[in-house]
């Protein structure tokens, strides 16, 4: 069965610190992987998604088939990088819909 | 562009009774999710409609159904409220594009079922 799983509910770094939000899944195939962030007062919004291989706001996330990861990184914190972060699954297995996992709340500590 | 919109954005209702939820997608996209959100988990998906037909379904039970419109907007109906459907409902709209393409979301509607 597919999932996603974060195990950290809760995140704190302080700024300029590096971050590491993590993501496992499970999936039977080749998974669509995506960073999802929910800043305050805003709407969920696309962050980054593995195939394109970019680097968002200076997030970064790799995909690593052999541990079924996706985990989120970035060198350095900002303050602004504080919100809501859901890692998100797709792919034909799940008849495109979207698997997320339950979140991991970023704060970035001045 | 207003990316997409929900409404209403709140809404109070007491268990056993109908409600129906409105969403308009994002200009060019095609294909309307919908997901409900609990509080401290992340959004699950209820079910998505494309060319006017329900394409996939989540776990859900049959109190759920919808409605997509010629226009791509949709309609979420809930059914014989019970306590637990209170939750925040996500529309999410996409282009069908044969794969997972990324979900827009809307500011969601908050349902309270007292």
């Known amino acids: 069965a597919q999932r996603v799983t974060q195990p950290e509910k809760l995140l704190s770094v302080f700024k300029g610190a590096p971050v590491e939000l993590k993501c496992n899944y499970s999936y039977s195939g080749s998974p669509e992987l995506f960073w999802y962030v929910q800043y305050s007062r805003q709407r969920l919004q696309l962050l980054l998604r593995?195939?394109s291989r970019e680097s968002i706001k200076g997030f970064t996330a790799d995909l690593n088939k052999g541990e079924t990861s996706f985990h989120l990184k970035k060198p350095f914190a900002q303050e602004e990088d504080s919100a809501m972060y859901y890692c998100?699954?797709?792919?034909?297995?799940?008849?495109?819909?979207?698997?997320f996992g339950t979140g991991t709340s970023l704060t970035v500590i001045p | 562009d207003a990316g997409v919109t929900q409404s209403p954005t709140h809404l109070i209702k007491t268990r056993g009774q109908q409600v129906t939820l409105r969403c308009s997608p994002k200009?060019?996209?095609?294909?309307v999710s919908w997901y409900q959100q609990a509080l401290g988990q992340g959004p699950q998906f209820i079910f998505q409609?494309?060319?006017?037909?329900?394409?996939q379904r989540g776990n859900f039970p049959d109190r759920f159904s919808g409605h997509q419109f010629p226009n791509y907007s949709s309609e979420l109906n809930v059914n014989a409220l019970l306590l637990g459907d209170s939750a925040l409902y996500l529309c999410?709209?996409?282009?069908?594009?044969?794969?997972?393409?990324?979900?827009?979301f809307g500011n969601g509607t908050r349902l309270t079922v007292t």
């Open positions: 999410a709209s996409s282009l069908d594009a044969g794969r997972a393409s990324p979900l827009h």
């Open positions: 409609y494309y060319e006017e037909e329900e394409r």
């Open positions: 998100a699954l797709s792919g034909p297995n799940t008849g495109n819909q979207f698997y």
């Open positions: 200009s060019g996209h095609d294909t």
């Open positions: 593995h195939i």
